[in-house]
């Protein structure tokens, strides 16, 4: 059975900006290690030399022409913002990428 | 008239067409009728009864001006709310998208406008699509209008019980691995499940981009092929949506016909798993296709048993991504973390979907984000792709045999509400027929079969044709649906209970 | 631990080999963003050109901009790369508020260009540099922190996010790794994003500014002890936003790895942060754990499978390769091998070229953009075609000192009027009142002046001793506050002594 432990859970969480409760993790991990486990036998039957499907329709080469297409006013484009400042989407500090 | 809101969408466009009722009359009956019975049957999330009757009014006025309309203008609809509505409330049954009002309308919507339907509201659905019994809205569930204690199926129970409870004679819903044909077999009613790309996505919130695909929810197949001839065809905004006429689908069900048809039965969608009176009502049903003139073949597609895995392993790894924009930075639900004075944005968004999020929700991003991740995307994530290359080449194997397919729509009949919740593997079998259509992209259709002995609930028949070949879908069941409905004296509908009208 | 004194950049150089790696962002001049048609326009009020798409509403999808792709071969082409046959999009999965969906549209294993190469030279030596890939993908949006010290993101209140930009096609560049360059690393590097920018403008792709961020350079750097052993820990620097950044920051981080590599420590592999102002890179945030992008192909973009026929159709749009082009100039203007590779250092090439098709000489172009503006540039910190004086305009002035109106000294209080936003050359001229006199009477009289205040002089001269007319050109230029041909003045002092 795939082992995902529940720090496993905890990661991931962090990785999907979820903050999950102890509850929540204690019931997860094992639900997750069921469904792993029945998810798991795929790797059985695909075989290297079969190519992977990531789209359902053959197509191909779909393109639009560079030209201008009305898009919203700002004032539609924040309409359902949570806060607004300076006609900007106002969000709390952001930790970013400097120390 | 009392019994407008019994009439199939066809008959009431033929109404609408000879002058003898107005669409606001045909609007406000099925506006009288939600009023009645929703607060049974909980179908809807949104009620739009303005603007219904302003479209409504607005078709009539056009219509007595002599202008020539589309077929179902004038013909309301119910629309699931994972359609993007500009000015009407969408939350995909969501509390993290709670009173969220989109700037701009889905290409489904905007075409059901330019015809002339007017929309009666959202229904409800399990949270963004995923689940199989509607018990995953944030908004409570949706009750089979068969019986209220039991299960409408899902994602898209709310427009099969607003139509199985005769609130709207059409609805549209989106099918990712059987949310539109599942909780069709399960209320009576018809569901469609269209050729990947046959239907705008565009403004149809995401689930899982490869899988998903909007389709019709009916009463008769004809209704469906009316519908799906309204909101199908090529979209622009859609890199995905096939650049090609819509099948002629309408004129296929004019022209049903089972005879000299090559009708495949799939061995491993049946059997262990599957309750005996779903089965027994499918047989019948296949006695009925070969007294028409049709030939079953049984048929094996031996890569369909590993569809379930395949699909738990692609539909959360999309969804994963899809839903990560649900954020607090830009719209929806905002939380900030308790006992955090100064909190940055990344806890603000933990916080937010922590709270925002359903149960099922988080279960599949954690999963996903698992499947996608470095070191596990060859075991996982890309193993299913290439399972899902084999299933593919199962169909196409299958398909050099016979012209269609045909299986029972879902294992079982509705069960009651809260009987699976706990258990999610159990939750994701009701998928098991639908899902393998959904990973090859091609098209489904699920149509009443009959009542199960067990428990007279409803079962459906799946029928399934190659990628493209909708119409083919659509001959197959008009020809079986008329079969049936002779059978049963009418449609299997009218053996439903009636629903307590509230005062 | 604190390091008070680094390692000499000489010392450096001479016990360690560097390796480079550089990747450059270039956002392209499409009319609409890659994946919507929201205008591209620099500038713009906040969130005015947005749409459900770049704005990553529920329910929008993307649809690849043609140009975008065109761009990107064309890109590709010029670095001498293979075009795939077949490549897909893919979703680079991270969260940041700037980025509306919460993952980049982007390009992960198959890139649409790969395996190529281009040159560049430095000081008379042609460096080969390998190029991994080229891929296509989207910008961000902007934010501004409120609150903290300076605009800058540590100590921000809260941020504030306009998404004008987010969308807008951006092509990265990826170098392998670079070998070979020894002492002279720092200045290739700088030459090889000099080169691209000339490359970029060429093809038209793209404005090329880095001061407007059209043009974004990431310099990685390891140190290792000789050129047999195997690559060190590289950093990588961000914020090197011009040219000067690049050679300056490189240069530092050489010296600081060297310190750190002598004293007997390690490098730290991370991302750093490169201060224009005080000339130091500093540790990016250390993250608790490194990012899984979790990248899988875009499902809702479908894969882009350039024909052959329309690559060879995009080759034959091709500009002439800068090389080339700098050989076929440097035979049209007479310039020698020193002469081409100064004005080439300097950016100058293009700029030669324009002032030469207003109308000016070659060498007179050349004088003046590695000469006086260079030297001004290079004053003022910012390159030559960010100076606020155009080709044209320094044909203009070239135009005044051959009809005899402006000496160079004047000319160059021209040029300064024109860099200080005074207006045209004509404009200065006739403002600053600048011109040369060249009015006889004006000239003899002052001549007449000089002469009756210099009898000694003036007899010299009369005497035959023509070289001692210098004095009193000069006393006569005094007099005229330059604004004369000091050659006239001359002319007229000897006629006036009977000298001439």
């Known amino acids: 059975m795939p082992e995902i432990s529940r720090d496993d859970v905890a990661h ?64 539609e484009a924040l309409a359902g913002a949570p806060e607004v400042e300076q006609q900007r989407f106002a969000v709390p500090r952001i930790l970013g990428e400097e120390a | 008239m009392a019994d407008l809101i019994k009439r199939t969408a066809a008959e009431l466009a033929d109404l ?15 506006l009288d009728r939600i009023a009645a019975v929703d607060g049974a049957v909980h179908a809807f999330l949104e009620v739009d009864v303005e603007g219904a009757l302003r479209t409504a009014a607005d078709v009539d006025a056009r219509r007595a001006a002599g202008d020539t309309l589309p077929p179902l203008a004038g013909v309301p609809i119910a629309v699931k709310d994972v359609f993007v509505t500009k000015g009407i409330v969408t939350t995909c049954g969501s509390k993290i998208l709670e009173g969220w009002v989109p700037p701009y309308d889905s290409t489904v919507v905007h075409r059901l406008r330019a015809a002339g339907l007017p929309i009666l509201g959202k229904t409800n659905m399990d949270e963004f699509a995923m689940g199989s019994s509607t018990e995953h809205s944030a908004y409570g569930p949706t009750h089979n209008p068969w019986d209220l204690d039991r299960i409408p199926g899902g994602s898209g129970g709310g427009s099969s019980a607003a139509v199985a409870a005769y609130e709207a004679p059409l609805a549209v819903g989106t099918d990712t691995g059987g949310s539109i044909r599942q909780p069709g077999a399960v209320t009576g009613t018809v569901g469609v499940k269209p050729t990947y790309g046959g239907v705008s996505r565009y403004g149809m919130i995401a689930l899982a981009s490869s899988l998903d695909q909007a389709g019709p ?27 090609a006429p819509v099948p002629p689908v309408v004129e296929a069900v004019r022209n049903a016909d089972l005879s000299g048809l090559r009708v495949g039965v799939v061995r491993e969608l049946g059997g262990e798993g599957y309750q005996p009176g779903v089965e027994a009502r499918f047989d019948d049903a296949l006695k009925l296709i070969t007294s028409a003139g049709a030939e079953i073949v ?50 603000v968004m933990s916080a937010t979907r922590e709270a925002g999020f359903g149960q099922e929700v988080k279960r599949r991003i954690i999963l996903g984000t698992y499947a996608l991740s470095s070191g596990y995307w060859d075991a996982y994530y890309g193993s299913a792709q290439k399972v899902r290359t084999l299933i593919r080449r199962d169909f196409d194997t299958a398909f050099e045999q016979v012209d269609v397919l045909v299986s029972p729509t879902a294992p079982t009949t509705a069960f009651p509400i809260g009987a699976k919740i706990d258990d999610p593997l159990a939750m994701y079998l009701n998928d098991i027929a639908t899902i393998p259509a959904s990973l090859a992209g091609m098209p489904g259709l699920s149509l009443p079969s009959g009542l199960a002995d067990e428990d007279g609930l409803p079962a459906g028949i799946q029928v399934l044709a190659p990628a493209m070949a909708d119409d083919r879908l659509y001959r197959v069941a008009a020809a079986l649906e008329a079969i049936l409905v002779e059978q049963w004296g009418g449609p299997l509908l009218a053996q439903a209970p009636e629903l307590e009208v509230a005062r | 631990m604190t390091v008070t004194t680094l390692v000499s950049y000489e010392d450096a150089v001479a016990e360690y080999d560097p390796v480079l790696g550089l990747e450059v962002h270039v956002e392209l001049n499409t009319t609409s963003k890659m994946f919507c048609g929201c205008s591209t326009e620099f500038g713009a009020e906040p969130n005015t050109q947005v749409c459900p798409v770049c704005l990553g509403l529920p329910g929008a999808l993307p649809v690849a901009n043609e140009r975008g792709v065109e761009s990107a071969i064309r890109i590709g082409l010029a670095l001498n790369c293979s075009i795939a046959e077949w490549c897909r999009f893919a979703r680079k999965n991270y969260f940041y508020p700037d980025m509306p969906k919460n993952f980049q549209t982007s390009q992960y294993d198959e890139p649409i260009a790969f395996d190529g190469w281009t040159e560049v030279d430095v000081d008379g030596t042609t460096y080969r540099i390998e190029i991994e890939r080229a891929h296509m993908e989207e910008d961000t949006g902007k934010s501004l922190h409120v609150g903290g010290a300076t605009g800058r993101i540590h100590g921000a209140e809260h941020s504030l996010l306009d998404y004008n930009r987010a969308g807008v096609p951006l092509i990265e560049i990826v170098t392998k790794p670079i070998e070979g360059t020894g002492a002279m690393a720092p200045e290739v590097a700088r030459a090889y994003v000099t080169h691209l920018r000339e490359l970029m403008a060429a093809l ?93 192909p875009e499902p809702d973009l479908v894969p882009v499978a350039p024909s052959r026929e329309w690559v060879e159709a995009l080759r034959a749009t091709l500009p002439e390769p800068p090389s080339q082009r700098r050989s076929r100039l440097q035979e049209a203007w007479g310039f020698s091998d020193l002469e081409m590779r100064d004005a080439a250092a300097a950016g100058a090439v293009p700029l030669i070229e324009a002032t030469v098709e207003a109308g000016a000489a070659p060498q007179s172009a050349r004088k003046w953009w590695t000469g006086e503006l260079a030297r001004r540039a290079n004053a003022d910190g910012v390159e030559l075609m960010e100076l606020p004086i155009t080709p044209a305009q320094v044909a203009e ?104």
């Not at chain 2, 609408?16 to 099925?30: I, K």
Request: hydrophobic content about 40%; glycine content about 6%; some cysteine.
């Open chain 2, 298 to 347: 049984e048929v094996s597609c031996p890569h369909f048993t590993y569809g379930l895995a395949t699909y738990y392993l692609i539909l959360p790894g999309e969804a994963s991504s899809n839903l990560a924009r649900f954020d607090a930075m830009r719209y929806g639900l905002r939380i900030f973390p308790d006992g955090v004075a100064e909190p940055t944005a990344e806890q």
């Open chain 3, 397 to 500: 002035v070239q135009d005044l000192i051959d009809a005899g109106r402006l000496n160079d000294k004047l000319a160059r209080q021209v040029i300064d009027g024109v860099l200080a936003w005074e207006g045209s050359p004509e404009e200065v001229v006739r403002t600053r009142g600048l011109e040369v006199v060249s009015d006889d009477a004006a000239l003899g009289a002052a001549v007449d002046q000089a002469i009756a205040d210099n009898p000694d002089v003036a007899d010299k001269i009369r005497a035959g001793k023509t070289a001692a007319a210098g004095a009193l050109i000069g006393v006569v230029m005094k007099q005229m506050r330059g604004q004369a041909d000091a050659a006239r003045v001359r002319e007229l002092i000897l006629e006036r002594l009977g000298a001439d």
């Open chain 2, 16 to 30: 609408l067409a000879a002058g003898e009722v107005s669409s606001v009359e045909v609007t406000q009956a099925h």
């Open chain 1, 12 to 75: 991931l969480a962090s990785l999907a900006r979820i903050d999950l409760t102890d509850e929540e993790l204690d019931h997860l991990a094992p639900q997750l290690a069921v469904i792993l486990e029945s998810v798991a036998k795929v790797s059985e039957v695909a075989a290297a030399d079969v190519p992977p499907t990531s789209h359902a329709v053959p197509l191909s080469n779909v393109y639009r022409a560079d030209e201008l297409r009305p898009g919203l006013t700002p004032e």
């Open chain 3, 204 to 296: 038209g792709v793209s404005d090329v500014r880095m001061e407007q961020g059209s043009l974004r350079c990431d310099a990685n750097v390891s140190l290792r002890p000789d050129s047999q052993s195997e690559y060190g820990l590289r950093t990588e620097t961000k914020n090197v936003n011009s040219l000067r950044s690049v050679e300056r920051a490189l240069r530092y981080e050489i010296c600081r790895q060297a310190t750190l590599l002598s004293e007997g420590g390690r490098v730290t592999q991370e991302t750093r942060h490169w201060h224009e102002d005080t000339g130091v890179t500093t540790p990016g945030r250390s993250k608790e754990q490194a990012e899984d992008y979790r990248y899988f």
């Open chain 2, 217 to 243: 929810v009916t009463r008769t197949v004809l209704d469906a092929a009316l519908l799906h001839e309204t909101i199908a065809g090529h979209d622009p905004r859609d890199s995905t949506s096939i650049d």
